[in-house]
Every structure is written in structure tokens, then in C-alpha cells.
């Protein structure tokens, strides 16, 4: 054998033993999951994933901020060389190449957002070097409205990028009204935050006011007190900020009006308290427990009700209030000697069929939201009879994603 026969041998033998060590490099390690699975499985993967990405920001809504932060993975979707978003007035965001066509976007989507079609057109850029030459739009609609436009640019026309400009479009559309939704849901828990103070009757603050006045010459510094509780009970009930509060505010705020209540009453009422600290802290739908207590005040102790007027006059009205740790829940218990309620008419005011506009307006609302924010299985539950009293039970989770006391 030669001297260069050998040579070469020994050149195949290092070969060998090289592509043998990085092949056991390669069979030694652990799969990733990328290591598994179709290539049409990788791909599906990998959609799913994009789209995962891109829709939180888009549930707030069409705006400059949402757009920006989903342009990128819309454009991964659609694999196109540029995107843009508009609203009804202007481009929101440009991702990929070619930003000096943003500013003819506008006057070629024009016709898109007033009639709602779809539309391809030509770019006509002048640049020889851009590569951006043709172009499909999108509206993005809500509700039959147009909220504005997704472009996408390709270096030549492509049937297949029409039809996937379209089904991303559609997607995103769903996004946005999920985020309308959100804002219809805000807007009506809104709305019946304001329900609830209104039920803040006029016939209330007169006779607190009126049982602060009669100790201002008897006891001042009763008066005092009780001045500084209906202040800060009326500045907690008519607060604009936070759509959740705490347990140990709505408690404290509970208290402040039942000893506006016992200075007209006096021994007349009789109140509970029973509290475990460990559950103060837990959040709750802003004015959710302060009107169960205003509902049985109101029936029980001021005699709207025939069976509350029929109760002995020394026998004192009892209100029982305890918020007890259940687990992973707080569960709050309002309980009175009042004159109870037929559950059948209960359940009408449960269902939104009470015959006066007024009547159980608390009990309704607070039901309502609390199976909006928890579910359906978080909603009040009611134990009463004709002259039996009432007792009120409602969970409330501990962590609920979303749900903040502030």
C-alpha cells in the first residue's frame, strides 16, 4: 500500500468517526418538541401559537397602542412582506417594509371604509427597489361598522394572499368585539353602580341628618362622630374609581351606616358582627353587600313590610353579619328576624319580574353581578318565609384573575 493510499484511508477514517460522534451527539440528547410531529403539525403549532399572541392585545380595542403590539404576529400569520392597520382616519401601525407607502394608505382604502368591500389594487411605487408592488384590504367590521382596515403588500398579486388577508381579517374582527363586550359589560355594571346609589333614598340622609341634629345640643360629641360617619359613609357609596373593592371597606362602610341607624333607632337594633381577619383583604364587586343590609333595614326595621310592623315592640330587630374563611373562598352571611319575604315572590324579583320598579332593586343587581364577575355559581342564595326573616349567603373566591379590590 502507498504512502498515499494510506493517507487517504486515514483522511475517510476521520471522516467516519466524525460524522459517528456528531450523529451520537445528535441521537444522545433529549427530543424537543420540535423534534416530533409533521411538518403540516409544525405548522398548525406554530398558527395557533402566532394567533395566541396576537389577540390580548386587540381585546382593548382598535387603537394605535393594540395594533402596534399585534402587528407583528399578524403579519407572521399572513407571511407578507408589509401590514398596516387603520382606523377610520389613519394608519395606526406599518410593520415590515416599504414605510413610505403609509402615506397613500388612507386615499386607497377610502372606499373600502365608507362601503365596507374588500379591495386589491396596485401600489404603484416608483421605487425599483421596493418590494412592495400589489395589495389586498380588509375592513375590520363590528356590529355591521366599520372600524377601520388590515393591508397587506406582496411583491406581486396572490390569489392565496386575498383569501388569508380575509379569514386573519374576520379573526381580528372577532377580537375587537370581544373587546366591545368587555366595554358593554363595564358600561352596565356602571350603570347599575349607579342604580344602587340612587337607592340611597333622600327619606335616609334626611332622618340621619335629623338624628345627628337632635344630640347636637344633648351630646356634641356624639353628633360629631355620627357627622363624620354619614361624610365618610356617603363619600365611600358615591366613589368613581374601582369597579371592585375589599371586604374589609365594604364592612367598615356597612358599619358606618348602621350606626346612623342605630342613632334613630337606638336599642331597637340589635347588630353581629363576626369577621376572621384572614379574609378582609378578599375583593368583591364594589356596593355588593352594603344593599342586602339596606334591604333588610329597610323591610325589617322600618316597617315597609306588614309582618315587620306585626314583630312585638320589645322584641329588638337583629341583623347577623359574619365573614367566615371557607378554603379557597370568603363566605359572607346576612341574616335578620325581619318579616321575611314569600319566596315566590322572591323568585319573581329574581328573575326581573317585581311589579314595582323598586322593589328588591339590591337583591337583583347584586345577584346579577356577582354571577357576571364569578359565574353562575356564585350567585346569591336566599332563605326566607313570610314572617320567618331572612338569610343571605354568597361565596366569594379568594383570587379570581381580574377581580382587584382598590
Not at 232 to 239: A, M, P
Not at 334 to 349: A, H, S
Request: proline share 5%.
Amino acid at each position: 500500500m502507498t504512502g498515499a493510499s494510506v493517507a487517504v484511508l486515514a483522511v475517510l477514517a476521520a471522516l467516519l468517526l466524525g460524522a459517528g460522534f456528531l450523529l451520537g451527539r445528535r441521537t444522545a440528547r433529549p427530543l424537543r418538541p420540535s423534534d416530533v410531529g409533521t411538518p403540516v403539525e409544525h405548522a398548525t403549532f406554530e398558527t395557533l401559537h402566532t394567533a395566541s399572541l396576537a389577540a390580548p392585545p386587540l381585546r382593548a380595542g382598535l387603537t394605535e397602542e393594540s395594533a402596534r403590539r399585534s402587528a407583528r404576529r399578524l403579519r407572521s400569520l399572513l407571511g407578507t412582506d408589509a401590514l398596516c392597520l387603520t382606523d377610520r382616519e389613519r394608519v395606526l401601525v406599518w410593520d415590515g417594509a416599504g414605510h413610505h407607502h403609509g402615506k397613500d394608505v388612507m386615499g386607497q382604502v377610502g372606499e373600502l371604509l365608507e362601503g365596507g368591500r374588500g379591495t386589491a389594487f396596485d401600489s404603484g411605487c416608483a421605487d425599483l427597489d421596493c418590494p412592495l408592488r400589489w395589495a389586498v384590504a380588509v375592513p375590520l367590521t363590528v356590529e355591521n361598522r366599520v372600524l377601520g382596515a388590515l393591508v397587506a403588500y406582496a411583491p406581486r398579486e396572490s390569489a392565496v394572499l386575498a383569501r388569508a388577508a380575509g379569514e386573519v381579517a374576520r379573526w381580528v374582527c372577532v377580537q375587537l368585539e370581544l373587546a366591545e363586550l368587555d366595554r358593554s359589560r363595564t358600561q352596565l355594571i356602571e350603570a347599575e353602580i349607579k342604580a344602587l346609589r340612587a337607592q340611597i333614598s333622600p327619606h335616609f340622609i334626611f332622618n340621619s341628618l335629623a338624628a345627628i341634629a337632635s344630640f347636637v345640643r344633648t351630646d356634641p360629641e356624639q353628633a360629631r362622630e355620627l357627622l363624620l360617619e354619614f361624610a365618610d359613609f356617603t363619600r365611600y357609596s358615591f366613589r368613581r374609581h374601582g369597579e371592585f373593592t375589599t371586604l374589609a371597606d365594604e364592612l367598615h362602610s356597612i358599619d358606618q351606616y348602621l350606626a346612623l341607624v342605630r342613632a334613630r333607632f337606638g336599642k331597637r337594633l340589635s347588630v353581629t358582627l363576626q369577621v376572621a381577619p384572614e379574609v378582609l383583604p378578599v375583593a368583591l364587586p364594589f356596593l355588593c353587600l352594603q344593599p342586602l343590609v339596606e334591604n333588610a333595614v329597610k323591610h325589617g326595621l322600618e316597617g315597609t313590610g306588614t309582618p315587620a310592623r306585626e314583630r312585638p315592640a320589645d322584641t329588638p330587630f337583629r341583623i347577623t353579619i359574619s365573614a367566615l374563611d371557607a378554603g379557597s373562598e370568603a363566605e359572607v352571611v346576612i341574616e335578620d328576624n325581619g318579616g321575611g319575604m314569600d319566596p315566590e315572590r322572591l323568585r319573581r324579583i329574581l328573575r326581573g319580574e317585581a311589579t314595582a320598579p323598586s322593589t328588591g332593586i339590591g337583591l337583583l343587581n347584586v345577584d346579577e353581578r356577582l354571577r357576571q364577575v364569578y359565574g353562575d355559581g356564585y350567585g346569591l342564595v336566599i332563605e326566607t318565609g313570610t314572617g320567618a326573616g331572612m338569610k343571605i349567603t354568597l361565596r366569594l373566591p379568594k383570587y379570581r384573575a381580574g377581580v382587584h379590590g382598590s
